[in-house]
């Protein structure tokens, strides 16, 4: 199944609660569909989160699993070859910078590689 298949019914459950964010729930399927900037559809997540009022939280569970299911985290060296890629979790995340200064402190803690820089990106996961 391509991807923008299985993303336009988690799409559409979003387009009624969130009908005021018209132009954000646009662009995050644009990247969908065109397998681009994985890294903004994230930030579209947390966007549509920060606006949710209580009551649609809930409604963004879909596409939080999408996300985490097509989009993970990849490290790579300084020659932009990858080294590790690491799974998305956006669960218990309030925005777009924590996320990324909590994946960017497990690599200061938690890893030893030989190398001068690491760099984290988002990326869409590989075909199988």
């Given amino acids: 199944m391509k991807i ?7 799409l559409a459950t979003l387009a009624e609660p969130f009908s005021r964010h018209a132009d954000t729930l646009l662009d995050l399927r644009a990247c969908v569909l ?25 409604k963004l569970c879909p596409l939080r699993n999408w996300l985490e299911t097509h989009i993970e985290v990849v490290a790579s060296d300084e020659s932009a070859c990858p080294i590790e890629t690491l799974p998305l979790h956006l669960t218990d995340v ?5 996320y990324c200064r ?3 402190a497990e690599f200061h803690q938690n ?3 030989g190398r001068s820089t690491i760099n984290l990106a988002f990326r869409y996961k590989q075909a199988a």
């Fill in 4 to 10: 923008a298949h299985a993303f336009d019914p988690v």
């Fill in 34 to 58: 065109n397998r681009t900037r994985p890294g903004r559809c994230v930030a579209c997540y947390f966007s549509l989160q920060e606006s949710a009022a209580e009551r649609l939280i809930s």
């Fill in 94 to 98: 309030d925005d777009l910078e924590t």
């Fill in 102 to 104: 909590r994946t960017m």
């Fill in 111 to 113: 890893r030893a590689y």
